[in-house]
């Protein structure tokens, strides 16, 4: 799963890997999409996704992170990707998300959907692209 990091990290979906504080810092203090966001409600989303954490191979620190909400037999929502501000520009946003794309390519998902205000160039190279229509979907919620 590693092959598309760049020398020096690593990406696990091992849960007991996960700096939860971390991932909690990064998410409600600095990810325009969380701020705010409650521990308790993080630690809920963990528990019910597929969790990518990305780490420095000599420290052990985690340094990236992202989830999948999925089935994994038709479909998947990639969300929290976030990478800390001190080891961006190196290839770790693409990275994590084709490591995302990859270990999910097995399952035969029908789609896997994101959204995001400002990374379009990121998720391109592991090959989202933007809907050809948007006239079937629908959202409740948040807009």
């Given at each position: 799963m590693n092959s598309h990091f760049p020398e020096g990290y690593e990406v696990s979906t091992d849960p007991t890997r996960?700096?939860?504080a971390?991932?909690?810092?990064?998410?409600?203090?600095?990810?325009?999409?969380?701020?705010?966001?409650?521990?308790?409600?993080?630690?809920?989303?963990?528990?019910g996704s597929l969790n990518f954490g990305v780490y420095d191979v000599?420290?052990?620190a985690q340094v990236g992170y992202a989830r999948v909400i999925t089935d994994r037999a038709t479909f998947g929502w990639?969300?929290?990707?976030?990478?800390?501000p001190t080891v961006r520009g190196k290839g770790l946003g693409t990275a994590l998300t084709i490591a995302v794309r990859d270990e999910l390519a097995p399952d035969g998902l029908r789609r896997i959907m994101l959204a995001t205000a400002d990374a379009h160039g990121v998720y391109a190279k592991?090959?989202?692209?933007?809907?050809?229509?948007?006239?079937?979907?629908?959202?409740?919620?948040?807009q």
């Amino acid at each position: 799963m590693n092959s598309h990091f760049p020398e020096g990290y690593e990406v696990s979906t091992d849960p007991t890997r996960l700096d939860v504080a971390t991932i909690h810092r990064w998410l409600s203090e600095d990810a325009y999409w969380a701020l705010g966001r409650p521990r308790e409600k993080l630690e809920r989303a963990i528990a019910g996704s597929l969790n990518f954490g990305v780490y420095d191979v000599v420290s052990g620190a985690q340094v990236g992170y992202a989830r999948v909400i999925t089935d994994r037999a038709t479909f998947g929502w990639l969300c929290d990707v976030y990478i800390d501000p001190t080891v961006r520009g190196k290839g770790l946003g693409t990275a994590l998300t084709i490591a995302v794309r990859d270990e999910l390519a097995p399952d035969g998902l029908r789609r896997i959907m994101l959204a995001t205000a400002d990374a379009h160039g990121v998720y391109a190279k592991a090959g989202f692209r933007r809907p050809v229509s948007t006239d079937t979907w629908m959202v409740l919620g948040e807009q």
